[in-house]
């Protein structure tokens, strides 16, 4: 097997255990863009397991992210990057560790789109580790969904470009994007409130947050109004799909689908072209 089939399979292993919502639709790609997006995807989820996790103090956050923004504005250098990471090698997971790999297995012509894309969003994430995560305004709910969730958008709609030659709006897509996050939000209310962090505006009801997200999934569905092409279409609709339904359980009561409901929904999207 060659070194580039091998880090790929490491690469989709990586990825199923990581998130296996994202990685369903990835299936339905083809193979260029099946390695784009993956590859995208842990591209940014390396950084977004920085901002997220428990034992990393708010200021060595901030600091790593910064400065793994500033990396991926110019050629990669792996080296300093695990430099970098050595002091707390132990307690990040996998998926941050070999952020270099994700990038060198991205295609050329496309590998500096994704960096670029990534830099953003661990500059704004690093922005808003300094801020605790505090949202006052409509504004600043909309700042942080940008940078965790719209970026994605915007990034997808590169790689469509790229690889499929489909154009969409890119604030429909930075829309579905926050729509995603915004049902995540939802899921994850009590369990941000016991870590003391809140994303809901002053003066807003869980009612309020209900309202936002359904706002921003409706802009996904236009999203998807404008892909033609099954594949890239399937990939776009599963997540939307599951969101609606994950929004509808929990207005029901529940904290969330069960994976029966997950599959369900997947076959009927499927099924539905």
Not at 66 to 75: C, G, H, N
Request: with cysteine; proline share 3%.
């Amino acid at each position: 097997m060659s070194e580039q089939k091998a880090l790929y399979k490491e690469a989709m292993s990586v990825l199923k255990a990581t998130s296996r919502t994202f990685f369903i639709p990835i299936t339905f790609l083809q193979k260029e863009l099946k390695t784009t997006v993956a590859t995208a995807y842990l591209c940014m989820r390396a950084i977004d397991e920085i901002e997220d996790h428990e034992d990393l103090d708010i200021a060595v956050k901030s600091d790593l992210l910064r400065q793994v923004s500033t990396m991926l504005l110019k050629p990669f250098d792996n080296e300093a990057y695990l430099l970098l990471l050595k002091p707390y090698e132990n307690i990040l997971p996998e998926v941050t560790i070999r952020l270099g790999d994700w990038l060198a297995l991205c295609p050329e012509d496309i590998r500096e789109t994704i960096a670029a894309s990534t830099s953003e969003m661990a500059e704004g994430m690093a922005k808003w580790a300094d801020k605790n995560w505090v949202v006052k305004t409509r504004e600043d709910l909309d700042d942080y969904t940008y940078y965790v969730a719209g970026l994605v958008g915007t990034m997808l709609s590169d790689i469509w470009r790229w690889g499929a030659g489909i154009e969409t709006d890119r604030e429909l897509a930075i829309g579905y994007g926050r729509g995603l996050q915004a049902v995540n939000i939802l899921r994850n209310q009590e369990e941000d409130d016991e870590r003391g962090v809140s994303f809901m505006p002053d003066g807003w009801t869980r009612d309020d947050l209900f309202k936002y997200a359904e706002e921003n999934l409706a802009k996904g569905d236009l999203y998807n109004k404008s892909i033609k092409k099954r594949s890239i279409l399937m990939f776009c609709k599963i997540p939307l799909a599951l969101a609606h339904k994950t929004l509808q359980a929990m207005l029901n009561g529940h904290e969330k689908m069960t994976r029966q409901e997950v599959e369900q929904t997947v076959e009927e999207v499927t099924k539905a072209d």
